[in-house]
């Protein structure tokens, strides 16, 4: 029993003191308080509405997509093809950033290189297609074309310094090794 409390208050306890915190915030300044609740209770209620189809999608993709094309399309000798597909797969992506890493988890359980992961996070972020039809109405052709070309470059350089970083350092096997018994 004490490890089960153990692990619930280490594994949640930065929720936990918030939540103190909150309270005590509402104890003292009521109205500062009141209006914390609110706040959080919005976004709590727009990840409730944003996470449970991304849950489902996953899943299906977890089942129908093998291990093997995985690794064939966005593994370790992918090249281009894994570049392509990880910006591919985020800008057809809908929802807000916290929604990219249930998938980025099925994609490291799949395989995928880890550059390629990082390029579908980064990509996750700034190159939307939903986002790229709001900047050309409103700031037109030519901004949103030099602001595209700049993240195209800076997606995949981030994804090949945040390799090079992780190899060199040898953190890649204990990161992997620690999802993997994670899930």
């Known amino acids: 029993m004490k490890k089960k409390i153990y692990f619930f208050v280490n594994r949640y306890k930065f929720f936990l003191i918030f939540l103190v915190i909150l309270i005590l915030v509402t104890i003292f300044e009521r109205n500062i308080g009141i209006k914390a609740f609110n706040s959080t209770k919005g976004s709590f209620l727009q990840m409730l509405s944003v996470l449970p189809p991304i849950m489902i999608l996953l899943g299906l993709m977890d089942e129908w997509v093998s291990r093997e094309s995985m690794m064939k399309y966005m593994g370790d000798d992918s090249g281009i093809m894994g570049i392509v597909i990880a910006i591919a797969f985020a800008a057809f992506a809908a929802g807000p950033m ?3 890493f249930p998938f980025t988890a099925v994609l490291l359980k799949k395989g995928v ?3 390629n992961v990082i390029i579908f996070m980064n990509a996750w972020c700034v190159i939307k297609i939903s986002t790229l039809l709001f900047e ?3 700031l037109g052709y030519k901004f949103t074309f030099y602001r595209l070309l700049i993240d195209f470059v800076g997606v995949i350089a981030m994804g090949y310094l945040v390799n090079y970083f992780v190899m060199n350092t040898g953190e ?5 090794k620690s999802y993997m018994k994670e899930s």
Request: charge should be neutral; glycine fraction near 0%; avoid cysteine.
């Open 98 to 100: 916290y929604a990219a």
């Open 113 to 115: 290189k880890l550059t």
């Open 136 to 138: 050309i109405s409103s």
């Open 172 to 176: 890649e096997d204990k990161v992997l």
